[in-house]
T-cell receptor
Framework: GEDVEQSLFLSVREGDSSVINCTYTDSSSTYLYWYKQEPGAGLQLLTY?????DMKQDQRLTVLLNKKDKHLSLRIADTQTGDSAIYFC????????????FGKGTTLSVSS | GAVVSQHPSRVICKSGTSVKIECRSLDFQATTMFWYRQFPKQSLMLMAT?????????EQGVEKDKFLINHASLTLSTLTVTSAHPEDSSFYIC?????????????FGPGTRLTVL
């Protein structure tokens, strides 16, 4: 079945760049998403990329997609302590109405 | 922007009682809503897909009779945890897909933390 894998932890210093990686198995994925979850809170959509794109940039966030390798990454430039959270990668298949398949989440810890 | 609310945000109940969680899309219609469950420090697991006016589709391993889902209108889906037990304690999150043009993503509710004593 479909599977989404992420590394579980990432620790960076304030001001550095963070890169969170994700791999997925479903070749029919059309949309790939990055969500942020702060402690005790729900999910916040950060950004998404359509499968025919290689890159998407939105302010401090850069998403890279390597469709051949089924690899997705999220780069956060100038990481701040407020970026500390769990980041979930998720994919959605082609059919409208399908649910998202989530990775286990990467806990980003930013130290000052 | 699209807003999804959940009520209640937190609930504590005794073992054996039933708890209803509401998921509402506040400014858009959602033919399809999803219910996820998140265990501590784990990912979200899809429980069921709720379709307005029809029966929900449950994922493998999710008991239909225990987790009752009703999607009676285009803006409201409810999840009722019947005869709750401590192992049902979890963070329940719903999401809603806008109906029609632009429905390429899901909007998530803030979640409901259920604690069963």
């Amino acid at each position: 079945g479909e599977d989404v894998e992420q590394s579980l932890f990432l620790s960076v210093r304030e001001g550095d760049s963070s890169v969170i990686n994700c791999t997925y198995t479903d070749s029919s994925s059309t949309y790939l998403y990055w969500y942020k979850q702060e402690p005790g809170a729900g999910l916040q959509l950060l950004t998404y990329i359509f499968s025919n794109m290689d890159m998407k940039q939105d302010q401090r966030l850069t998403v890279l997609l390597n469709k051949k390798d089924k690899h997705l990454s999220l780069r956060i430039a100038d990481t701040q302590t407020g970026d500390s959270a769990i980041y979930f990668c998720a994919e959605r298949g082609y059919q409208a109405g399908t649910a998202l398949i989530f990775g286990k989440g990467t806990t980003l810890s930013v130290s000052s | 922007g699209a807003v999804v609310s959940q009520h209640p945000s937190r609930v504590i109940c005794k073992s054996g009682t039933s708890v209803k969680i509401e998921c509402r899309s506040l400014d858009f219609q959602a033919t399809t809503m999803f219910w996820y469950r998140q265990f501590p420090k784990q990912s979200l697991m899809l429980m069921a897909t709720s379709n307005e006016g029809s029966k929900a589709t449950y994922e493998q391993g999710v008991e239909k009779d225990k987790f009752l889902i009703n999607h009676a209108s285009l803006t409201l889906s409810t999840l009722t945890v019947t005869s709750a037990h401590p192992e049902d304690s979890s963070f329940y999150i719903c999401s809603a897909r806008p109906t029609g043009v632009g429905g390429d993503t899901q909007y998530f509710g803030p979640g409901t933390r259920l604690t069963v004593l």
